[in-house]
């Protein structure tokens, strides 16, 4: 490790960024909302990426009190994660490699997510090994706040002791490309076939791309730097 590249960090957002588990949250989506008979279609479902289970369930259920949401927030990661011990953890394309070229460029790591606990000790119980990259990370219930609130990145850059102006933000959401903008943090949207790679400019992305394959070290190190 050097002094320089120690120096930078990378906030990882976790569902569809690091690991491609939105079909997984999407079907258990469904399956709690057909039971609440609510109508949860694909386009609720992107529009909501970044929020947590709770900010999401208020906009259904707008006489529930915080436990209530909580409780039923609670349910729905529990069908989560029934779905994920069958399907598995999958990560995204080129993850796995990004992973190590930064680490073995000594380049702290970080999450930023509004992915409950348990879900990622999940994917620890699954992959072992994973949890050896991240110096610091920050998940649902540790800030006040989630996404397009900053602090779930400025809390994972000050766990890195690291200026924000030294992190970039890996995201597939609007509200999290949003929450770097305003942590001051450069960003890069790494966006499918259902999202506009002109909304997440205009948002604030310093970088669109459509796989993690596209990135590598020197590459994230020239937009942190610019």
Same mark, same amino acid.
């Given at each position: 490790?050097?002094?320089?590249?120690?120096?930078?960090?990378?906030?990882?957002?976790?569902?569809?960024?690091?690991?491609?588990?939105?079909?997984?949250?999407?079907?258990?989506?469904?399956?709690?909302?057909?039971?609440?008979?609510?109508?949860?279609?694909?386009?609720?479902?992107?529009?909501?990426?970044?929020?947590?289970?709770?900010?999401?369930?208020?906009?259904?259920?707008?006489?529930?009190?915080?436990?209530?949401?909580?409780?039923?927030?609670?349910?729905?990661?529990?069908?989560?994660?029934?779905?994920?011990?069958?399907? =598995? *953890?999958?990560? @995204?394309? /080129?993850?796995?490699?990004?992973? !190590?070229? #930064?680490?073995? +460029? =000594? *380049?702290?790591? @970080?999450? /930023?997510?509004?992915?409950?606990? !348990?879900? #990622?000790?999940? +994917?620890?119980?699954?992959?072992?090994?994973?949890?050896?990259?991240?110096?610091?990370?920050?998940?649902?219930?540790?800030?006040?706040?989630?996404?397009?609130?900053?602090?779930?990145?400025?809390?994972?850059?000050?766990?890195?002791?690291?200026?924000?102006?030294?992190?970039?933000?890996?995201?597939?959401?609007?509200?999290?490309?949003?929450?770097?903008?305003?942590?001051?943090?450069?960003?890069?949207?790494?966006?499918?076939?259902?999202?506009?790679?002109?909304?997440?400019?205009?948002?604030?992305?310093?970088?669109?791309?459509?796989?993690?394959?596209?990135?590598?070290?020197?590459?994230?190190?020239?937009?942190?730097?610019?």
């Amino acid at each position: 490790m050097t002094i320089e590249t120690a120096a930078y960090g990378v906030i990882w957002d976790f569902d569809g960024t690091l690991v491609d588990t939105m079909p997984t949250h999407f079907s258990a989506w469904q399956k709690f909302m057909a039971e609440q008979r609510q109508d949860f279609t694909e386009a609720h479902f992107w529009a909501t990426s970044g929020k947590s289970a709770e900010e999401i369930l208020q906009a259904y259920f707008t006489d529930a009190s915080p436990a209530e949401l909580a409780r039923l927030g609670d349910l729905k990661n529990s069908y989560y994660r029934e779905e994920a011990e069958g399907r =598995g *953890i999958i990560f @995204a394309p /080129g993850a796995v490699d990004l992973l !190590k070229a #930064l680490q073995q +460029a =000594g *380049i702290q790591q @970080a999450i /930023g997510s509004g992915t409950p606990r !348990k879900n #990622l000790e999940l +994917a620890y119980r699954q992959h072992p090994w994973l949890s050896a990259y991240f110096q610091a990370v920050v998940v649902a219930g540790d800030t006040p706040n989630s996404k397009p609130d900053p602090e779930v990145f400025l809390l994972a850059a000050r766990k890195m002791e690291l200026a924000p102006r030294r992190c970039l933000v890996i995201e597939d959401g609007l509200l999290g490309i949003e929450a770097a903008r305003r942590a001051g943090m450069p960003s890069i949207a790494v966006i499918n076939e259902n999202q506009s790679e002109a909304e997440f400019l205009k948002c604030g992305a310093t970088r669109v791309v459509k796989s993690l394959q596209e990135l590598d070290v020197t590459g994230i190190i020239k937009l942190i730097e610019a």
